[in-house]
């Protein structure tokens, strides 16, 4: 085989097209650096550059009230070299092209670094799911999933949740695709209820796999856990699960947030209280007993040892990066950390455990129930959490190993093992035709 010389981005620049928004420049800068690294071929890190597939829809929807509303909505399919496509869908005001479009990316990096038979896809409607009644997301789920219906399918392109959309969202959509075809497909999405083909421990799966990659760091860094303290944004799926982990381990959990806003006590917050008074109030919103409210921003800024970013994107800037006071970074969302964020953090020696290694539990746990789904073999909670762990700390060994070797950071080290995965992969494939 005759390859041009390694990196492509100076050789092939990639098209600039409409999902060239600032967080995607953030994703395809990451990956231009990488590729600095990788050393795969020129036509490799051309294709990788831009994602396969994008498909814009307006959704037509009517309100509880009679009114008639258009919602714009996406998937984004990036790299289908390894598999179907996989990755979340999210109901969220910020969702446009551009950010679907990066996080597909990285879910193909994340899905090839844990060595899954998938690339990467997201999708997403842009509204504010809080404010809709149960009916409303019911017709906007299934109108998205009926118009999205040419473009997934089991060995296509396979949705799962994300920011605001949950096990009953995949319901609908497993619903609604299932009715098309005339049979039950539990196989068309990950994240489902377990009472039609959903996994046990694939709802703990993010936050669990979050705590799994820090209880490894923290023994490579000689670090007991018990005796570590704690800052968790976000108390979702992802970071409600982690502080409970957390919490379990022995670790002091002093200040978590959602979007109401955080609440911090120094010697330690009693998380299974908070959990079940978000239970009962929706938020943390109103929630004073034994604890000081503090912003979000303030939050990220306490004295601690571990920070959890578990809430979105672009959360740790070249604004506040500087000022953070933790001695360690765990990404639980993706893309939580801009590009010039990681280089203050870098400079300033605090490591960042990344997001396509760090939150890659969901998605493995995702695998899972697609696997058990395909073999109607349905395996019980013990058995996916040790393969779960697995997983992780095989991932977590090869990223911290590559790092220690060629002494660069964990984030450059998880995207060069993937890069390098993706690569292998379509150096034996070839661009057809
Ligand atoms: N939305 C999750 C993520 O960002 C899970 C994706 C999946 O399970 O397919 O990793």
Redesign the pocket.
């Known amino acids: 085989m005759e390859y041009a010389p390694a990196v492509a981005k100076a050789v092939h620049p990639a098209p600039t097209l409409e999902w060239d928004t600032p967080l995607y420049q953030q994703a395809a800068t990451q990956l231009d650096h990488a590729l600095e690294l990788a050393e795969v071929p020129d036509f490799v890190a051309l294709r990788l550059r831009a994602p396969e597939r994008a498909v814009i829809l307006t959704l037509p929807i009517r309100m509880d009230d009679g009114r008639y509303e258009l919602f714009p909505a996406y998937r984004v399919q990036h790299s289908s070299v390894l598999g179907p496509t ?3 869908i999210r109901y969220d005001e910020a969702v446009d092209l551009g950010e679907c479009a990066a ?1 597909a990316m990285w ?1 193909t990096w ?1 899905c090839a670094l844990l060595k899954l038979p998938y690339g990467g896809a997201k999708g997403g409607v842009r509204c504010n799911a809080r404010a809709m009644s149960v009916n409303e997301l019911t017709r906007v789920t299934r109108r998205f999933t009926m118009e999205l219906a040419p473009f997934i399918g089991p060995e296509l392109d ?1 949705p ?3 920011m605001a959309t949950n096990e009953q969202t995949m319901a609908w959509m497993m619903d609604t695709y299932s009715m098309q075809k005339g049979y039950a497909v539990p196989e068309i999405v ?2 489902k209820p377990v009472s039609i083909g959903g996994s046990l421990f694939r709802h703990e799966a ?1 936050g669990a796999g979050v705590v799994m990659v820090i209880e490894r760091a923290c023994s490579r860094l000689g670090w007991d856990l018990s005796e570590q303290s704690c800052v968790v944004q976000g108390f979702g799926n992802v970071g409600g699960i982690a502080a409970t982990e957390l919490h379990e381990k022995g670790a002091r959990v002093v200040a978590v947030s959602d979007i109401s806003g955080g609440v911090h006590a120094e010697a330690g917050l009693d998380i299974p209280t908070l959990h079940a008074y978000v239970a009962e109030h929706g938020s943390l919103e109103g929630y004073e007993s034994g604890v000081e409210r503090i912003t979000n921003e303030v939050l990220l800024e306490l004295p601690c040892d571990i920070l959890v970013l578990a809430a979105r994107e672009d959360q740790v800037t070249g604004e506040n990066a500087g000022n953070l006071r933790c001695r360690l970074v765990a990404e639980g969302a ?1 893309g939580p950390t801009s590009n010039e964020g990681d280089r203050i953090l870098a400079e300033r020696g605090i490591p960042v455990l990344p997001d396509i290694l760090t ?2 539990g ?2 493995t746990v ?1 695998y899972f129930e697609w696997v058990q789904d395909l073999g109607r073999l349905f395996w019980d909670r013990d058995e996916i959490r040790r393969r779960l762990a697995d997983k992780m700390s095989d991932a977590f060994d090869r990223v911290w190993n590559v790092s220690q070797d060629r002494g660069i950071a964990l984030r450059d080290a998880a995207l060069v093992a993937a890069i390098r995965e993706v690569s292998g992969a379509l150096e034996a494939r070839g661009i057809y035709p």
């Open positions: 996989k990755g979340g996080l879910m994340k396979i799962a949740p994300d990950t994240g993010t993706n939150n890659a969901g998605v995702s």
